[in-house]
């Protein structure tokens, strides 16, 4: 249990005036799920420890410490090795709240975010494959990944022009999923991306490669103090 405790801050419900994240910044992300004033305020000050996969950010403040150390909650923790052969790397963070102006609005964005990265590797004949998936949740904004495609195969051809021969099949993919959750009632954006590419030389019946993407990990947990 969180030690009682009453702070002014500075009139605006934090410790400190909230940094504002410049409007240039912000023109090319899109808003989803951005928290109110009082669920900023509840992340901000009662952020207990956050856990994803193997990694854990359990910082030993109470509360009341925001009040001479704004900072006294933010930090980091790691897990894992997202490199091929390995079962990813989870990471956790806690910032400090930011404030930003989006078409004349004001709207909020928590410092708490979580990530995770794997890949797979496969060896196929003449060639290989890559799959990756990365996972992140975030507060208020995200930015549309700009290399996006359906999944496609196409033939490999060898030889000079009118005498190509069908030497194999290379694959590519690059899919991303927006959606709104909510962790410890603070509300979150989860951004999955997933990227493959595969090459196989195997002649005119080669098969065009397919991806084999590293499992999404379960939803992360987040616990705030509570008095």
Excluded at 3 to 19: I, K, M, Q, R
Excluded at 101 to 113: E, L, M, R
Excluded at 121 to 139: C, I, K, M, R
Excluded at 178 to 191: D, E, L, R, W, Y
């Amino acid at each position: 249990m969180a030690e009682s405790f009453e702070t002014l801050g500075a009139g605006n419900g934090f410790s400190s005036c909230l940094e504002k994240i410049p409007a240039i910044q912000v023109l090319n992300q899109e808003l989803l799920n951005p928290p109110s004033l009082e669920e900023t305020m509840n992340a901000y000050w009662n952020f207990d420890s956050a856990t994803f996969g193997g990694a854990t950010f359990n910082p030993s403040n109470q509360p009341k410490d925001l009040i001479c150390n704004e900072s006294a909650n933010v930090g980091n923790a790691a897990d894992g090795d997202s490199r091929p052969g390995y079962p990813g790397e989870f990471t956790v963070t806690n910032s400090l709240p930011t404030i930003f102006f989006k078409d004349g609005v004001k709207y909020y964005k928590h410092g708490i975010s979580m990530s995770f990265s794997a890949t797979n590797d496969a060896a196929l004949v003449g060639g290989g494959s890559s799959s990756s998936t990365f996972v992140t949740y975030s507060s208020s904004l995200y930015v549309v990944d700009q290399y996006l495609s359906p999944y496609s195969c196409v033939d490999e051809t060898f030889g000079p022009p009118g005498e190509e021969e069908v030497i194999g099949k290379s694959a590519s993919e690059r899919t991303q999923t927006i959606s709104s959750v909510t962790i410890g009632g603070i509300p979150f954006i989860k951004n999955v991306i997933k990227s493959f590419g595969g090459l196989a030389y195997n002649g005119p019946g080669t098969s065009c490669p397919s991806p084999n993407y590293p499992a999404e990990p379960s939803t992360p947990t987040l616990t705030l103090h509570t008095y």
